[in-house]
């Protein structure tokens, strides 16, 4: 697997998947519009901007649509097959997770590539970085939103690593916007109720095996850390950072250290979002005061646009990471005759429809996924669309979900609607904004209607037989493409 962001830079470039930019561009708008435009064309490739307007540091680069709308990318992100179908991914990417956990190996700095340049105190400032403005209306200037940040609970030792966002507040100061509940910010109350500052690391160019597990929940007690070290199948080398004591990814391109003190606090955002729309307004959230910059020579800075499917960053990865969990939370809930799951990624940043295919074994078996899908840890947040299709019907293939639900749904019977359910404060539907977050879930059943599937309609498929006869002819028949998977045949 990679060792770090530049070798998988260089796998990246051997599949074709990234594009240089060597003229000047700007950090302010102009880059994220760059990205949004890119991640429409075909390709939607990583944009690596070489030449950023007004960078401090030399060779400075900016690293846009890493992950994108690529399951290539991913998949050689996860250290897995490009060429692995999305349903295959999403099973690959299960196997992942349930790899058992590798704690981080401790190197000394001086053989840490991320402390080849370190900076201290009154040496820092950080508005000599290209920091991106991303949207017009955003509240700042972003370093972390590609990022990941590093805090440790005060009581139990686990070393959490979250992706939050980060508005450049001053030369040595950024915002530390958690919401809620979230990992991060229980363990910085742990710390401002003893009247303790919050020790903190945040990286800003980081891998993409951290950057996407830096964004998804786990455990309380599990660190990120260790589940990225156990699918590396060897511990994530970190050196201990000398202001904080707190690890650092010892390949990061550039990290930084600092404390959030109880109730220092700026006013921050709006911030464009996942959901293609601003989220909260602007509202104090607290800062980092900045003691330490630890940097490779010419530093890649990881950056992640939110913004409506293609051109968010989280859409793709959530959608396979998602999948994944919500496949595996209903296998161990014992719920029979699951095929696959898939969190389709235009929805919401991942997060708004979900697909189960099921082979239907018994009366009331796709209504008990659908009720399950919709409640189950992995799904339960935001989720608005459970629809549950047969095993004919591969659930990453939305053509086929919209197949199955215009030909065996009928939806005065086949829609139940589940009310005061989880959802998020970013969901622009529910209005006033105080209703939220509750929301709703309509779960769609697409199956055939089990009480007639002895005499429901037959399908008209091609036989078997037939298929692999002409499989073995394609070419002959003048076809230059791959032959097609036709999963569905009599
Ligand atoms: C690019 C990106 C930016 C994010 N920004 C924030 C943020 O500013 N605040 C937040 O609470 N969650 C944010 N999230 C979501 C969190 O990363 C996610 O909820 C993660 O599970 C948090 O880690 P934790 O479970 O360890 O708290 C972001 C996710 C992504 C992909």
Redesign the pocket.
């Known amino acids: 697997m990679y060792k770090d962001l530049r070798e998988w830079i260089t796998q990246v470039e051997s599949a074709g998947q990234l594009h240089r930019v060597g003229v000047p561009v700007s950090w302010n708008l102009e880059m994220s519009t760059v990205s949004y435009m890119a991640s429409y064309t075909q390709q939607s490739p990583a944009v690596l901007f070489e030449n950023p307007t007004d960078s401090g540091i030399p060779g400075t680069s900016l690293l846009w649509n890493m992950l994108g709308s690529s399951e290539q990318r991913i998949a050689l992100g996860l250290g897995l097959d490009p060429a692995l179908p999305t349903r295959d991914l999403i099973r690959a990417t299960r196997e992942l997770l349930a790899r058992p956990l590798i704690a981080p190996r401790m190197i000394d700095a001086s053989s840490a590539p991320v402390t080849q340049n370190s900076l201290f105190g009154e040496q820092i400032d950080l508005t000599r970085l290209p920091v991106p403005r991303m949207w017009p209306l955003d509240g700042g200037r972003y370093l972390g939103?590609?990022?990941v940040v590093i805090t440790r609970d005060p009581e139990d030792g686990t070393v959490?690593?979250?992706?939050?966002?980060?508005m450049l507040q001053g030369p040595r100061e950024v915002g530390f916007?958690?919401?809620p509940g979230?990992?991060?910010?229980l363990q910085r109350e742990k710390y401002w109720s003893k009247g303790q500052p919050c020790p903190v690391v945040a990286v800003y160019g980081v891998d993409p095996l951290l950057?996407m597990l830096?964004?998804?929940?786990?455990a309380r007690d599990v660190s990120?850390f260790d589940v990225g070290g156990g699918i590396r199948g060897e511990g994530i080398e970190v050196v201990i950072g000398p202001v904080t004591g707190l690890p650092i990814p010892a390949h990061a391109e550039i990290a930084v250290e600092g404390f959030a003190y109880p109730g220092d606090m700026k006013p921050e955002g709006p911030?464009g979002e996942?959901t293609g729309y601003y989220g909260k307004p602007e509202a104090d959230a607290p800062v980092i005061k900045v003691e330490a910059v630890h940097h490779r020579d010419a530093p890649i800075l990881t950056c992640?646009l939110?913004a409506e499917y293609p051109a968010c960053?989280?859409n793709t990865f959530?959608s396979i990471i998602r999948s994944a969990k919500i496949w595996d939370d209903l296998e161990k809930l014992g719920v029979p005759g699951i095929r696959g799951a898939y969190s389709h990624p235009a929805a919401a940043g991942g997060f708004g429809l979900v697909i189960v295919s099921l082979k239907q074994a018994r009366p009331g078996h796709a209504a008990q996924v659908l009720a399950l899908a919709a409640q189950c840890p992995a799904a339960a947040y935001y989720t608005k669309w459970i629809v549950a299709v047969d095993d004919d019907v591969d659930p990453t293939k939305i053509d086929q979900v919209l197949w199955a639900m215009t030909t065996r749904c009928n939806p005065s019977e086949d829609i139940d609607v589940l009310r005061m359910t989880w959802s998020s404060p970013l969901d622009p539907s529910q209005n006033p904004p105080e209703k939220r977050p509750f929301g709703s879930k309509a779960l769609v059943n697409a199956c055939k209607d089990y009480r007639h599937i002895k005499t429901f309609s037959t399908r008209s498929h091609p036989k078997r037989e037939v298929c692999e006869q002409v499989a073995k002819r394609w070419t002959e028949l003048g076809f230059s493409a791959p032959v097609p998977d036709v999963q569905s045949v009599e």
């Open positions: 939103t590609g990022d959490n690593v979250g992706t939050y966002r980060q916007y958690v919401s979230k990992d991060a910010f950057f830096g964004s998804q929940g786990f990120e911030f996942f992640a939110m960053e989280q959530f």
